[in-house]
């Protein structure tokens, strides 16, 4: 599981470095095709590592849903998530 949280926090650095070369592109008045190209690379970095949290978390997260509000919670933020997908 540690192992995981690494990748996972490893990933999440990246993008973070994506989001602030995307910055510096926007400052520098970069090609609109340039632009987006980044958006999408951004947009499927952040998909891949939210499977990657589902994937690694699906046993705890279900657990501490439990059921009641909490199930209905966590199935609200798994469909919000879906619709990013």
Partial sequence: MEDERRKILG????????VRGLQRMIEMKAP??????Q?????SAMKKTGTAII???MTRCMTEAGAGQGK???QAALSRYIDLA
């Fill in 32 to 37: 609109c095709v340039d632009v987006l190209t």
């Fill in 39 to 43: 958006v999408s690379a951004v947009t």
């Fill in 11 to 18: 990933r999440l650095r990246r993008i973070e470095g994506q």
């Fill in 72 to 74: 209905e919670d966590f």
């Fill in 55 to 57: 994937r690694a978390n």
